[in-house]
């Protein structure tokens, strides 16, 4: 089962990074930033592209949903985040081909989840109980009330919150299980709820930031959190021994988001003053 978990991953990291790189192309189409999620979604249904983003999304999500049954949330989303190297290689579609730094920032990325993949131990079980699903709720509010007062802010921002987005809605595919009852549907519906929210943050920080920077933040965010929701709350294991190697993986994981975010950061912040010295 646990093969199966990992293989389900892996598809599910590149349908997410080939998806990622569309997303981003049908964002940056748009006349105007989508600032208001209102907004944003009556533009959505509308598009084409961005409808089939949503079904490469759902198929993505189909295959991750089935990894996190599987296997302990913080391996789930470690597969996942593979999205990233992905992303970052389909990303010259887009924009410019990332540099020799982007790819050292994504090893070391990598390098770093593959030692949190290392250390998974058993999967916990399915939660339905009437406190999880309302704190899952409580947790969509406030991403709602987040994005409202930050949705200003630059892309890897964004892209954080977005993470936040995505790991709510991870962690609420641990409250479906059966039989299925009245609260385990309205955990169902969390996971829609944030997805949406985070859907279109990360298409507002993408709107605003290199793909490879917003996606970085938002890797960060939806592996992290979710892992460490599933090891203190959710009954997710560590193999004996394997502490070290999970902490070492969480802290290079970090750091070359870290890396990979400022660097673009400063590129594109370089590329905006030769602009406007080229100009006056």
Known sequence: MT????????????VFGVAAVLQAHAVRRLDTSPDRLTGF???????????????????GFVLHAAAIWLLPL????ALVAMS????????????DA???GVWVAV???TAGLVLLSLGAGEAGDPVTTTPFALALWAGVAALLAASMIGRHLPGPVLGLLAGLGYAGSAISVRGVGTPVDAVVFVAALAVPAYGLVAFWLYSLGMHRAAVPSTTAALIVAQTFV?????????????REGWW????????????????LGAGRAQKSRLAGEALNDASL
């Not at 979710?226 to 560590?238: C, S």
């Not at 070290?244 to 890396?259: C, N, S």
């Open 3 to 14: 093969a199966l978990g990992i293989l389900l991953g892996l598809l599910s990291a590149t």
């Open 41 to 59: 979604v009556t533009g959505s249904v509308r598009d084409l592209r961005t409808m089939l983003v949503v079904l490469a999304y759902l198929v």
């Open 74 to 77: 913080y391996l789930a989303q």
């Open 84 to 95: 990233l190297p992905v992303t970052t290689l389909f990303s010259r579609r887009v924009e």
């Open 98 to 100: 990332p540099d020799r």
């Open 107 to 109: 090893g070391l990325i």
């Open 226 to 238: 979710p892992a460490a929701v599933g090891v203190a709350l959710l009954g997710d294991g560590v």
């Open 244 to 259: 070290p190697a999970v902490i070492a993986g969480l802290l290079l994981a970090t750091f070359g988001a870290a890396v």
